[in-house]
Nanobody, 128 residues
Framework: QVQLVESGGGLVQAGGSLRLSCAAS????????MGWFRQAPGKEREFVAAISWSAGSTYYSDSVKGRFTISRDNAKNTVFLQMNSLKPEDTAVYYC?????????????????????WGQGTQVTVSS
């Protein structure tokens, strides 16, 4: 059982930047991977990025690669998502997730059922 709290969302103009944070507490040893997902109105929740706690290996969705950067501070049990060059289509509720899963393939880290802990979400709105 891991508790996750996201923060850092807000309103930003297209081309701007935001930095999201996800603070983890509880049984953090039970998770090996942290991920960011997002859900826009009327759409299904989709994968954004993931990082392994140990090695810091990362995966990104094609839609955010080159613009977003996921990182972690192991000592503080915190994961970050730096979002640059934001576009209106990035508007969504962003969720942090944690799970015990092998960090081997994009299919594994994209599968939402592999994550057993989820935050409450933080709203990101990008205006034109």
């Amino acid at each position: 059982q891991v508790q996750l709290v996201e923060s850092g969302g807000g309103l930003v103009q297209a081309g701007g930047s935001l930095r999201l944070s996800c603070a983890a507490s509880g049984r953090t040893f039970s998770s090996t991977v942290m991920g960011w997902f997002r859900q826009a109105p009327g759409k299904e929740r989709e994968f954004v990025a993931a990082i392994s706690w140990s090695a810091g290996s990362t995966y990104y969705s094609d839609s955010v690669k080159g613009r977003f950067t996921i990182s972690r501070d192991n000592a503080k049990n915190t994961v970050f998502l730096q979002m640059n060059s934001l576009k209106p289509e990035d508007t969504a509720v962003y969720y942090c997730a944690a799970g015990l899963l092998p960090f081997r393939t994009v299919v594994i880290v994209h599968t939402q059922s592999n994550y057993d802990s989820w935050g409450q979400g933080t709203q990101v709105t990008v205006s034109s």
